[in-house]
């Protein structure tokens, strides 16, 4: 399949350097292979320096970009001011920002405690603005010429979902920030622009969202209109584009990845998709006898 292909072919990333927060694992660490293929330089950054370790030893013989961990949790902006820090004593300058760390569980609403809420609004939304602040002051205060954020949202950023609702409710702040910023900063030459993917397998969310026998119970790709999940280099592809200079025009941008997903749930008559064919001659004729 053409989709499981890198799109760029050669060293597209050559001159940047880019942070990805919750970068060790999952999506993140699907985007850090690639933009190392690419040549970038990558800080991967996350809680669990040992997830770091083990995705920078996997990724070590990749002969173009270089790697760097950092131990950081979003929440905190101390350790992200250090994350900054880090990046620029490491590779002496930053380019661009992927907020793609996340926390997620799915749980009916009036189940979760304050905490529980509190701890997804801190991660997804809190910890999205203190990089976002900590990384876009320093490119203002250094008038730095160009600069790249790429926000990793969800479909449910604009549509809400039941039983993901602090989920829901951070996505769409990380959403507005995206909008918003990207008019703002536009004049310090920082471009905002957001993916909203559907369903891509993966251990973390997975996990979360589909435990036990969820996943056999609810095949999620019948969800789809395209009829199966998403492979992690589509997405790759697609964020390298977002992160490279060829997208230069593009800013406050949502860029959906999902197979159709969202508009199937959406549209009114979506479920006539379970009409047999041959109801339908049925159907048109008894449509039509009502002119008369
Ligand atoms: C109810 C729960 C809970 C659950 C935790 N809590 N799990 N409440 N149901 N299943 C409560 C705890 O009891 C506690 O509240 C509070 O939440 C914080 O929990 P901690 O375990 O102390 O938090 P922490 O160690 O910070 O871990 C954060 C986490 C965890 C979000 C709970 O799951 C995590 O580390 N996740 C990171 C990776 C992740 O979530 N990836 C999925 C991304 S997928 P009290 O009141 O008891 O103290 C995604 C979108 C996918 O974002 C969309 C797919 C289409
Ligand atoms: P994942 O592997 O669980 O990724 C989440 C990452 O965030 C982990 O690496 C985790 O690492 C890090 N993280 C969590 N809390 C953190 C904190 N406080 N500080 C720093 N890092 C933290 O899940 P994923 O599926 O790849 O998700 C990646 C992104 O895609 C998320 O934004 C998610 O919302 C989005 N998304 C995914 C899907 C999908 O189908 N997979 C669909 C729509 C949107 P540590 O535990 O080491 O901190």
Not at 7 to 28: C, H, S
Not at 187 to 207: C, L, Q, S, V
Request: net charge positive.
């Amino acid at each position: 399949m053409v989709c499981k292909e890198p799109m760029f072919k050669n060293e597209e990333l050559k001159t940047k350097v880019i942070v990805i927060t919750g970068g060790g694992t999952g999506l993140g660490k699907s985007m850090t292979q690639y933009f190392l293929q690419l040549g970038a330089h990558v800080v991967i950054t996350s809680r669990k320096i040992e997830n770091l370790q083990k995705t920078a030893e996997e990724f070590k013989t990749i002969p173009s970009g270089k790697l760097h961990i950092v131990a950081c949790d979003v929440r905190k902006n101390n350790e992200v001011e250090h994350l900054l820090e880090d990046t620029l004593n490491t590779f002496g300058r930053v380019d661009g920002l992927i907020n793609n760390a996340a926390g997620n569980f799915i749980s009916p609403t009036e189940r979760l405690s304050s905490r529980a809420f509190d701890t997804i609004i801190d991660i997804v939304l809190k910890g999205t603005k203190n990089c976002t602040m900590v990384f876009g002051k320093h490119w203002i205060e250094n008038k730095q010429a160009q600069a790249t954020v790429l926000n990793i949202v969800t479909t449910y950023a604009w549509t809400g979902s039941a039983y993901v609702v602090p989920s829901a409710t951070a996505k769409a702040g990380v959403l507005a920030m995206t909008r918003s910023l990207a008019v703002e900063w536009a004049k310090y030459g920082i471009r905002f622009n957001a993916i909203a993917p559907g369903p891509f397998p993966t251990k973390g969310a997975w996990d979360r969202l589909l435990p036990g026998d969820l996943k056999e119970k609810f095949d999620i790709s019948k969800k789809v209109p395209l009829k199966r999940v998403g492979e992690h280099q589509e997405l790759a592809n697609l964020a390298a584009y977002l992160m490279s200079d060829y997208s230069a025009y593009i800013n406050g941008e949502v860029i959906t990845i999902d197979g159709g997903e969202w508009l199937q749930g959406a549209g009114e008559f979506n479920m006539l998709e379970a009409v047999p064919q041959d109801m339908w001659d049925m159907l048109e004729m008894m449509i039509r006898s009502k002119k008369k």
